[in-house]
């Protein structure tokens, strides 16, 4: 049997969890279940009820919620010895001026980003002292309110583009997202930057092995990478710079798009593991 939190995936056994904890019948649900689909919404109570009581979990969101934020993929990041950016994180303001009391700091211009935040809302680019002071105070107001956590990035020229690779399943797409706007900071779509597929495929190439490994190293099925590219004496390199577990889906060719390609890619997980919706398991047939 195979159940599904996922408002957009029909499976065996359906139950919407939105707004909501888990409750004992959620839970007898899934102990019932030889696979649980998740919505990309879920909260980690949700994720962690599931894995606990099923084997099977689509997606796998282990390392979203054991690396939380964008200070958590920095550490994720430096522990899997990936490439990326020289970055400098901080759980909070007393943690950042204990660092920069002790060492000096980084040369401008620098990438400043709050600990959560999509689109480029959270992300300042530092020239001088004056703006990281303006951002330091930014960060200040959010501890107030409960937020805390920050990075500090070296800023990596790109010419104004960054490559999004959208995993869905094993199925990976890239595409760049160019900002015309010379005087803007940032590729977000929605500040304005266009989606280019078919510039410079060796390089598109390049950011979707890396990030294929990178997924298979750690057990992500579900999330949309960017990526920068640095030149060095090498040649130019992909440097991964954030994992958006929530990405915007024009890229992909839009919603209807994206959920198709969501259906074929959870339909294909279940099957390599001999399971389908409306198919008993091979373990209980067997």
Known sequence: MILSFHPCYE????????????????????????AVILP????????????????????DYAMRFRYPGKTGQARLFREMAVPHPQTWVFDDLSHYHHCSGNEPLPAFPLVFKLDWGGEG?????????AD???ALATAAAYERSGQRGFI??????????????????????????????????????????RIDHHADPLLREQGINLTRDFCRRAAINLAGFDLLFEAGPGGVNALFLEINYFFGRTGVG?????????????????????????KQSTEETA
């Open 132 to 134: 990281l002071e303006r």
């Open 11 to 34: 499976a065996d056994a359906n139950i919407i969890c939105a707004g909501r904890e888990p409750d004992a019948g959620d839970i007898a649900a899934m102990r019932a279940a030889d």
């Open 152 to 193: 500090l990035q070296a800023f990596v020229p790109t010419f104004n583009r960054s490559l999004r690779v959208v995993v869905i399943g094993d199925d990976l797409t890239a595409y760049w997202r160019i900002q015309d706007q010379a005087a803007l900071f940032g590729t977000s779509v929605a500040h304005g930057a």
């Open 121 to 129: 809302e959270t992300v300042a680019l530092i020239r001088s002292h």
């Open 40 to 59: 990309q919404g879920c909260r980690e109570s949700l994720y962690r009820l599931s894995r606990a009581h099923c084997r099977h979990v689509f997606p």
């Open 254 to 278: 839009g919603s209807a798009t994206f959920y198709a390609r969501l259906q074929s890619a959870i339909d294909a997980w279940l099957a390599q593991r001999g399971l389908a919706v409306g």
